[in-house]
């Protein structure tokens, strides 16, 4: 079946440090894919998504490529501050109109000043 | 704009406490919605969608129970609660498929419930 697989966190940077958080994904069709960011205590919310193989989504200084000969979607950032510490979770979407999406399991970012 | 909202914030119960929690949507129509919990440091954990009014799926086999009484209206119970039950409760909602694949979920702010 479908999945999703992240690297496992915490990741610790310091300020203005380079930062990519894998992703890779297995699925039979052609998923959407999407990063979504926790902050502390709060809900998640959509951070970029890409719908069809080589798109790349970007917001917020981060970028992710939809790379389908290598199934990754690996989330980069060139620059990170403190305010960018917060929990990342990649998805796919299904295949049905129900909108269901599979996620990762999350990679806590900690970001140092 | 949409916007959902999700109510209590914050909720403490005594093992063995009925529960309600409430998410409600605003500004769409025929939204499809989830429930997910996100145990303290852990994934997340879909438990139940529905694709409209009275539709329920489950996910997983558990001591909870969702309901849809109105189009934008999504409730989780639980008859008795566990200390298993503990953790952070996500509603969401995407668009209506249709023809087209329904995508981008969109998350409540999230109800923390603490069984003690």
């Known amino acids: 079946g479908n999945s999703v697989t992240q690297m496992e966190g915490p990741v610790t940077l310091s300020e203005e440090a380079f930062l990519t958080i894998n992703c890779t994904y297995t699925a039979t069709g052609y998923p959407s894919l999407f990063w979504y960011v926790q902050y502390p205590g709060e809900g998640l919310q959509l951070l970029l998504k890409a719908t069809k193989a080589d798109d790349k989504g970007s917001n917020k200084g981060f970028e992710a490529t939809y790379r389908k000969e290598t199934t990754s979607f690996h989330l980069e950032k060139g620059s990170v501050q403190v305010s960018d510490s917060a929990v990342y979770f990649c998805?796919?979407?299904?295949?049905?109109?129900?909108?269901?999406?599979?996620f990762g399991q999350g990679t806590t970012l900690q970001v140092k000043p | 704009s949409q916007t959902i909202h999700q109510w209590p914030a914050t909720l403490v119960q005594p093992v063995g406490s009925p529960l309600s929690l409430e998410c409600t949507v605003e500004?769409?129509?025929?939204?499809?919605l989830y429930w997910y919990r996100q145990a303290a440091g852990r994934g997340l954990q879909l438990l139940f969608y529905?694709?409209?009014?009275?539709?329920i799926s489950s996910e997983v086999p558990q001591n909870l129970s969702a309901s849809r009484p109105q189009d934008r209206q999504f409730i989780l119970s639980s008859k008795k609660l566990l200390l298993s039950d503990s953790g952070f409760y996500l509603c969401?909602?995407?668009?209506?498929?249709?023809?087209?694949?329904?995508?981008?979920?969109?998350f409540g702010p999230g109800t923390r419930l603490l069984v003690l």
């Open positions: 998805a796919l979407s299904g295949a049905s109109n129900t909108g269901k999406l599979i």
């Open positions: 529905s694709v409209g009014i009275g539709q």
């Open positions: 969401a909602w995407s668009a209506r498929g249709g023809r087209q694949r329904a995508e981008t979920q969109y």
């Open positions: 500004g769409t129509s025929n939204p499809n």
